[in-house]
C-alpha cells in the first residue's frame, strides 16, 4: 500500500512539472513581448526610463522607433496586417478587446487618410520634429469593420499620423488611441517616441565611449613620425573617432554596439580594417553610411540586409596586431559617410574633403 502511495506523489510531482513547463512556453510566445531594449552600450547605469523603453523595429523593421511602455500594457504583434496591438496586460477576453493603443504604418509622399471614414477633426502639428497629423475620425455607415483590429477602430476615436522622414516617399505611422484610455497616457506614449533618424534615438557604439576617445579622435592629421600611435602607416585627416580599449581589455571580448537603426550592407575583410561591417542608417534627415572597422567577423551574427536596432550588439573588437584588425592595436573605428556610399577610407587628403563625413561625438548619444 505504500508503495502506491509513492508511485501517487511521483505522478502528482510530475504533473506539476509539466505545468510549469507549459505555462512557461506560453509565456515566451514570440508573438507577445514586453521586454525592454537592455544591451546598448552606456556612459551611465540604466535609469528606470532604459529599463521601460521598447524597441518595437524588434517586431517588424519597419517600426522604426522605441517608445515608454507603461508597466499595465504588453505588446502583441498583429501579422496578418502587419501592426502592433498594444494590449492591458490583466485582464479576461481577446487581445484585441483589451487594446488600448493600435500601430499601423503605410508608405507614401504626403498624409493620406481612408476613403471609408469621416475625417471629424484634423489638426497639423510636429512630434520631436516630425511632422504630425492629429485626427478624430468615425468609420462611415455600410463600410464593413477592419479586419483583425479591435472594435474601437470601427468606433469614434482619435489617432495621430507621425511622418518618419523628410525623404518621399518615406514611411507614415498611425498611432490610434482607445476613447476608452487615458488621454493624458496617450500622450505621454507618444512625447516619449525616439525615432531611429532622430538625435534622440542614436547609441554609443561601446561602453564608457567617452573614456575611450584618447588618440585618433575625428579630423585629427596623422602622418608617421607624427601620430599618437606607433608605429603609424596612415598620412592624411582622420575622417572617423577611434575608441580605445580600456586597461585589462587587451585578451577580452569588448563589444561594439550599432549606433543607429538601419540594414547591414556588408560584412567583410578589407585592407587597413581587417574586419569591416558597413550599415546603411538615415540621421537628423540624411542617409548616411557607417562604417565599423577592426572587427572580429567570425562574432558578426546578422547578414547583409538584416535590420539592426540602434544599441543592439553586432560584433566584438577584433585582436590587436591580427588579421582581424589588419595588424592594427585593438580599437574601433566608427565612420560616418554621408550618403549612400562605397567610400571606405579612414583618412582623407584635404581638411575640406572632412566635410563629406560626420563627427559622431557631436551628437551626443544616449
Known amino acids: 500500500m505504500n508503495n502506491y502511495k509513492y508511485i501517487g506523489w511521483g505522478l502528482a510531482g510530475l504533473l506539476i512539472i509539466i505545468g510549469i513547463i507549459v505555462f512557461s512556453n506560453r509565456s515566451s510566445d514570440s508573438r507577445l513581448s514586453n521586454q525592454p531594449l537592455n544591451n546598448q552600450a552606456s556612459d551611465s547605469p540604466q535609469t528606470e526610463a532604459d529599463v521601460n523603453r521598447m524597441e518595437f523595429a524588434g ?16 505588446v502583441e504583434y498583429v501579422p496578418e496586417i502587419e501592426s502592433l496591438n498594444l494590449y492591458e496586460k490583466d485582464g479576461d477576453g481577446d487581445l484585441r478587446e483589451r487594446s488600448r493603443i493600435f500601430i499601423r504604418y503605410f508608405e507614401a509622399s504626403q498624409f493620406l487618410t481612408l476613403t471609408t471614414v469621416d475625417i471629424l477633426q484634423r489638426n497639423e502639428t510636429e512630434i520631436h520634429g516630425h511632422a504630425a497629423v492629429e485626427y478624430e475620425i468615425r468609420k462611415k455607415p455600410g463600410v464593413a469593420n477592419f479586419p483583425s483590429q479591435p472594435s474601437w477602430r470601427n468606433e469614434q476615436h482619435k489617432l495621430t499620423d507621425i511622418r518618419f522622414s523628410q525623404n518621399s516617399p518615406t514611411t507614415f505611422y498611425v498611432f490610434a488611441h482607445n476613447p476608452e484610455y487615458s488621454e493624458n497616457e496617450f500622450e505621454n506614449f507618444l512625447d516619449s517616441l525616439a525615432f531611429h533618424n532622430d538625435q534622440a534615438g542614436l547609441k554609443q557604439p561601446i561602453d564608457r565611449a567617452n573614456e575611450r576617445v584618447t588618440k585618433k579622435p575625428f579630423g585629427l592629421y596623422v602622418e608617421p613620425g607624427n601620430s599618437p600611435v ?137
Not at 59 to 74: G, M, T, V, W, Y
Not at 235 to 252: M, Q, S
Not at 295 to 322: C, D, H, M, W
Not at 326 to 341: A, M, P, T
Open 230 to 366: 606607433s608605429p603609424e602607416k596612415f598620412t592624411g585627416f582622420h575622417n572617423a573617432v577611434d575608441y580605445e580599449i580600456l586597461p585589462g581589455e587587451e585578451n577580452t571580448d569588448v563589444a561594439v554596439y550599432a549606433i543607429c537603426g538601419g540594414s547591414l550592407r556588408q560584412k567583410r575583410s578589407t585592407s587597413g580594417y581587417g574586419g569591416l561591417i558597413i550599415q546603411d542608417c538615415e540621421i537628423e534627415g540624411q542617409n548616411v553610411t557607417i562604417l565599423y572597422g577592426h572587427v572580429r567577423l567570425s562574432s558578426v551574427t546578422k547578414n547583409p540586409g538584416n535590420y539592426i536596432l540602434p544599441g543592439e550588439q553586432i560584433a566584438v573588437l577584433g585582436n590587436g596586431f591580427s588579421t582581424e584588425t589588419d595588424d592594427e592595436r585593438k580599437h574601433l573605428h566608427l565612420g560616418i559617410r554621408k550618403g549612400v556610399s562605397t567610400d571606405i577610407a579612414g583618412y582623407v587628403s584635404t581638411q575640406s574633403e572632412l566635410n563629406n563625413w560626420l563627427d559622431f561625438r557631436t551628437y551626443q548619444p544616449n
Open 59 to 74: 517586431f517588424n523593421p519597419k517600426f522604426r522607433f522605441s517608445a515608454e511602455i507603461s508597466e499595465d500594457l504588453a
